[in-house]
């Protein structure tokens, strides 16, 4: 059983920056996928970020690109969202996720594709 959690999460003015951290117990990660997910108010949850088991491919969604970066280091089982450039349409509980099974770059998007998940961290962003 993996057991994830998020932490940095917070209230920050627009144009601001937070950096997310998931920390995952219970078994290693290395192999595995590692996704970012988020989910506003009266909204699905959707796809932010993802990063491939050895940190060498990233996906990332249009509205976040050039904004946020996924990063892990697996030797702390920790994988990471820095987010730059913040606005106001970014606040969200932000959810981290772990797909056991191999995750293709056209499904690494889908909610389905990843098997354990975080509690959420609330991410706010004033105007």
């Known amino acids: 059983q993996v057991q994830l959690g998020e932490s940095g999460g917070g209230l920050v003015q627009a144009g601001g920056s937070l950096r997310l951290s998931c920390a995952a117990s219970?078994?290693?990660?290395?192999?595995?996928?590692m996704g970012w997910f988020r989910q506003a108010l009266g909204k699905e949850r959707e796809f932010v970020a993802t990063i491939s088991g050895a940190g060498g491919n990233t996906i990332y969604a249009d509205s976040v690109k050039g904004r946020f970066t996924i990063s892990r280091d697996n030797a702390k089982n920790t994988v990471y969202l820095q987010m730059n450039s913040l606005k106001p349409e970014d606040t969200a509980v932000y959810y981290c996720?772990?797909?056991?099974?191999?995750?293709?770059?056209?499904?690494?998007?889908?909610?389905?594709?990843?098997?354990?998940w975080g509690q959420g961290t609330q991410v706010t962003v004033s105007s």
């Open positions: 996720a772990l797909g056991l099974a191999y995750v293709p770059d056209t499904s690494v998007r889908s909610v389905r594709s990843y098997d354990y």
């Open positions: 219970g078994r290693t990660f290395s192999a595995y996928a």
